[in-house]
C-alpha cells in the first residue's frame, strides 16, 4: 500500500482496476488457509462425508476431491504449503490439525518425512485450491510400530486425512522457506503478489487470492516475529498489501465476514489503514452491522477527510437509518392507529335552563340591591 501522504490524496472511490503497490478494489481462503465449517466437515469431530468418485492413486492411497482447485499439479522437488487434518481410520480419533496452528505445514515433495509418504503422493495430484480425503494404508503412514509421541498414532493405524492444498512453488533444488534470506522471502512473496494482481485484472478472483494467500505463507508469525526495523517494514509492505487485495475479492465474491478477518489483521499492524477501515465497513455494512461500520468509515475520513467514496458510504448510512425510522414510525402507526379524539358531551336541556334561571335571579337580586343604596 501506499504512504499515508498517497493515502490522503487518493481516492477510494476512483475504480476498481485502479492499483498503486496494491489493487484498489472493493469485494479461497484466510491467509492461513480457510478452516472448513461443520457442513463441510461433516458431523462431529470425523472425517467428513463425500460422495465423490474414488481415486486409486496406488493401492495404497485413494483420493476424493472435496473442493475443485485450479491450475497444474506440483512437480518432484516442489514447496508446497499444506492444511490437513489426520484421523486414525479404525477409531475415527483425530490426532492432528494444522488449521487450529493457523500456519500451513510446508512439504518438498520427494524429500518429505517418511510418515508423511502416503499424504505427499496425494498432494502430488493435487491443484492449487484443492481441498481432498486421501485415505492411506499404514505402510505408506506410521508404519508397523505407529508413533508413541506427538502425534500420537497407534500401530498399523490407517489414516485418513482431509488436506487443502494452499499451493506451491516449483524449485528444482528443493529449496524451503527456511533456507532462504530474508531478501529472498519477501521477493518470492512479492513476486506472487503480483502475479495475483495480474490475475485480478483478468476477473480470476479465486486464483488471485490464492496467489495472496501463497505470498502471505512467506509472511508467516513466526517469520515476522524475528524482524525490526527496515526489514520489518519491507515485509509488511508485501504482506498488508496481500491481506487488503484478499479483502477485496472477498467483498466482490460476498463473502464478508472473511473480509473483516482479513482487513483486521491489517489493522493489528496498522490501527489507522484507511483502506482497511473502508472495506471492513463496507463488509460490515453488507452484514448489517450498521453501527461497526459507521465507526469505521468515520475513523477512515478522519484520516482522509477528501475521500469521496468515504463520504458517499457514511451519507448511505444516513439513508439507511432514516428509512429505518420512517419504517418503524409506520409499524408503530399502524399497530396503535390513530391517537383517539374527545367525543362532543350531549347537550342538557335542564342543567342549561336551571343555569338561566339562576343568572335571571343573580341579575334581579343585583339591581335591587344596587337601587335601594
Known sequence: ?????????????????????????????????????????????????????????????????????????????????????????????KFEDTWLEQQPVEMILGKEKKEMTGLAIGVSTMKSGERALLHVGWELGY??????????VPPMADIIYEVELVGFDEAKDGKPRSDMTVEERIGTADRRKMDGNALFKEGKLEEAMQQ???????????FMFQLFGKYRDMALSVKNPC???MSACLIKLQRFEEAIG??????S??????????????????????????????????????DKAITRELRL?????????????????????????????????????????????????????????
Open 262 to 267: 482479513q482487513c483486521s489483521i491489517v489493522l
Open 143 to 152: 508404519g508397523k510400530e505407529g508413533n508413541f509421541s506427538f502425534p500420537n
Open 212 to 222: 495472496y494467500a501463497m505470498a502471505i505463507t512467506y509472511m508467516g508469525d513466526d
Open 1 to 93: 500500500m501506499a504512504d499515508f501522504e498517497d493515502q490522503k490524496n487518493q481516492s477510494l472511490g476512483k475504480g476498481e482496476n485502479e492499483e498503486e503497490d496494491e489493487i484498489v478494489t472493493e469485494g479461497a481462503s484466510f491467509v492461513h488457509g480457510e478452516q472448513p465449517t461443520q457442513d463441510a466437515s461433516g458431523s462431529g469431530n470425523g472425517p467428513p462425508k463425500v460422495d465423490s468418485e474414488v481415486d486409486i492413486l496406488q493401492e495404497k492411497v485413494t483420493k476424493q476431491i472435496i473442493v475443485e482447485g485450479h491450475g497444474s499439479t506440483p512437480t518432484k522437488y516442489s514447496t508446497c504449503f499444506l492444511h490437513y487434518r489426520a484421523w486414525t481410520e479404525g477409531t475415527q480419533h
Open 269 to 306: 499492524e496498522d490501527e489507522n489503514n484507511v483502506k482497511a477501515l473502508f472495506r471492513r465497513g463496507k463488509a460490515r455494512a453488507e452484514l448489517g452491522q450498521i453501527d461497526a461500520a459507521r465507526e469505521d468509515f468515520l475513523k477512515a475520513r478522519k484520516y482522509a477527510p477528501e
Open 317 to 373: 448510512l444516513a439513508e439507511h437509518d432514516k428509512a429505518v425510522y420512517q419504517k418503524q414510525k409506520e409499524i408503530y402507526k399502524g399497530l396503535f392507529g390513530p391517537p383517539p379524539q374527545p367525543k362532543p358531551k350531549p347537550t342538557n336541556w335542564l342543567i342549561m335552563f336551571w343555569q338561566w334561571l339562576l343568572s335571571l335571579f343573580h341579575g334581579l337580586f343585583r339591581h335591587q340591591r344596587q337601587k335601594s343604596d
Open 243 to 245: 491481506h487488503l487485495n
